[in-house]
């Protein structure tokens, strides 16, 4: 188990928040398997999905804090999309939401991304990209929903790499 209270880089957080930190039960998130593309960078389609809570005003319903457990939704946010329509729809309060707010690029970095296209760097961008809720409490059903309606997705869109935004 972690100790929240000796991790330096959390120092600034409330106790509150530290306290509610400490009693999360974090989970080994690495992966059982992974894999190596198939192709050099140059040549794969890369999307963005992103914890950030982002979603697009009058377009997506909000993220609905009310959830117990966390909301396991997801909002499908286009490459082309303005990045001034997008709103912060996180719920977590452990840490400040003005970067994200004034530059919604550091939760959904879509012109980085196809600069990185542009360059050649990556081969290109996909046409849409996910936004889910980070601070799930209670992540089974994002586990066994969401996520593989996301991967669905991703396979029909032939995706060959993804760029994971943690927030």
């Known amino acids: 188990m972690l100790d929240i209270f000796k991790i330096q880089k959390l120092s600034q957080l409330s106790f509150k928040d530290k306290t509610g930190l400490s009693l999360y039960?974090?989970?080994?998130?690495?992966?059982?398997?992974s894999s190596t593309p198939s192709k050099p960078l140059s040549e794969c389609k890369a999307v963005i999905v992103s914890s950030a809570?982002?979603?697009?005003?009058?377009?997506?319903?909000?993220?609905?804090?009310?959830?117990?457990?966390?909301?396991?939704?997801?909002?499908?946010?286009?490459?082309?999309?303005?990045l001034k329509h997008l709103a912060d729809g996180q719920r977590s309060k452990s840490y400040d939401h003005s970067g994200i707010r004034q530059d919604t690029s550091?939760?959904?970095?879509?012109?980085?991304?196809?600069?990185?296209?542009?360059?050649?760097?990556?081969?290109?961008?996909?046409?849409?990209?996910?936004?889910?809720?980070?601070?799930?409490?209670?992540?089974?059903?994002?586990?066994?929903?969401t996520i593989p309606e996301i991967v669905q997705h991703m396979k029909e869109d032939r995706v060959d790499v993804v760029l994971l935004i943690p927030f």
């Open 25 to 33: 039960p974090w989970k080994n998130c690495k992966p059982r398997q």
């Open 53 to 82: 809570g982002l979603y697009v005003r009058d377009l997506h319903e909000k993220f609905d804090h009310k959830v117990r457990g966390g909301d396991y939704t997801y909002r499908i946010i286009s490459h082309d999309a303005n």
């Open 106 to 145: 550091t939760g959904m970095p879509i012109p980085q991304l196809n600069r990185l296209a542009e360059e050649g760097f990556i081969g290109r961008v996909n046409h849409r990209h996910f936004s889910v809720m980070g601070s799930i409490l209670a992540p089974m059903r994002f586990i066994k929903n």
